[in-house]
């Protein structure tokens, strides 16, 4: 029997009310919340494989997701039947049909994710579950030459968890780029790969520098040590997003043309 | 005894998450967890006065309460205070100490309510909480030739819901302002005073007017009428937020200013 139609699906979540993107039993994720959706949709089991995890409280503006379909509604209502049944804090955004050599995992060739810190004194009605609250001065410029630094392929041993399953901890930072929208300041990160907590510790060490705590100078010094406790501490989930999953234009499909205004 | 000092407070709220403003037995609510919270801390009940009730669901970017403090920490301190006690979703903004003479409601000369719309084909992550999602295209100079009939002091029982307990359903709007913001549109409502449901109903006509299911010089038809049968839906709760409120400057303490990044 075919497996049927492979799904390239791309959506949002509010990560505030989920335990995270993996499916946990008995706990509120998003992958547990897309398979119920789809098992009672369709009547049978549809597995479905993310990008990768996000952390308990951290949000997605575009996850990306793949499954099989053998029968079920054709690709271009895909999201707008997704939308009626899945809860608001999921918010379908584009899907396609692709190739069944594509892997929503395993095909991945760089990520960008955003942090947001709200620098404002207090924090704000709109941003107080996507942003980190830190109302000290920063030193904007001391924390983009500690950015630098970070930039490049690295063993990120020292910005990742102690417990991280990965053994391989070389990764390549391709990005780092700071936005100013108001009082909020996005951190953007793009790279081929990120370990676990790995951009919440980068981003706590981004503010360590910014407070004056360390020094932009001594991160090449921290990423050799290849010790987790030379780092900053890991900043909280909810100012973090997954922004953006990119793979191999081969794999076809329409291009998913996302705006910046989600 | 002296009742001690009066202090006037502003706060923020996500609604989301609460029964509305008001206190009600066994229920979230906004008075209700901000009066716990003096309770606890001054070990005696602190009743709150607040400057209206809003709706469940409806935020606030700027609502003013007053209460009587006969002991407890200098007002400078108050809003970190009470930051550090109240859940994230109450946010404490600005305190001052005002004549005795200042009460929360009765005091009040103008409200400000935004009503937001996220036109976008796709609800917003960051809005999805605080917007009403209409992503059929409407007809903006329609909706803003209709909002000109109802600037101006009138009888507004047609556009508040029937069962409104106030006798007196004169009321005066000096201002229905249209802002756009990337797919959002803001529409704020300035005005003497606000009847149960108002804002949303006059929502829910303008959006009627917009898709072209109602003409603009119908308005002053259905105002005459006085029945809530004539106007539009009720806009959903989540759209709306108390903006500002304002009261005579004679009341004296310091001008609490708020910048418009809340």
Chains 1, 2 share one sequence.
């Not at 107080?128 to 920063?138: A, G, M």
Request: proline share 6%.
């Amino acid at each position: 029997m075919s497996r049927g139609r492979r799904i390239r699906l791309v959506l949002g979540y509010d990560g505030s009310g989920f335990h995270g993107f993996a499916r946990q039993e008995g706990l509120r994720t998003v992958q547990g919340v897309l398979e119920d959706v789809l098992l009672r949709m369709l009547g049978t089991e549809i597995p479905v494989e993310g990008s990768g995890r996000t952390d308990r409280g951290v949000h997605a503006r575009a996850q990306v997701v793949h499954f099989d379909l053998p029968y079920g509604p054709p690709v271009e209502r895909m999201v707008h039947v997704l939308r009626r049944r899945l809860p608001a804090d999921i918010l379908p955004r584009a899907a396609d049909e692709v190739d069944e050599a594509f892997h929503a995992r395993f095909s991945v060739v760089r990520k960008t994710y955003r942090y947001t810190l709200d620098l404002a004194p207090l924090p704000s009605l709109y941003w107080y579950k996507f942003s980190w609250h830190v109302p000290e001065p920063l030193d904007l410029d001391a924390m983009k030459e500690a950015a630098k630094h970070l930039l490049g392929e690295h063993d990120f041993t020292s910005f990742c968890a102690a417990e991280a399953p990965q053994r391989d901890k070389v990764r390549r930072l391709d990005r780092v780029d700071f936005r100013r929208d108001g009082s909020r300041l996005h951190v953007e990160f793009e790279g081929n790969g990120f370990l676990q907590y790995m951009v919440r510790i980068l981003v706590g060490t981004l503010v360590k520098v910014g407070r004056g705590k360390e020094s932009p100078d001594r991160i090449p010094d921290i990423l050799e040590a290849r010790d987790r406790r030379l780092a900053g501490e890991t900043a909280p989930p909810h100012g973090l997003c997954l922004w953006n999953v990119e793979y191999p234009s081969a794999y076809g499909g329409k291009v998913i043309d996302l705006s910046d205004d989600l």
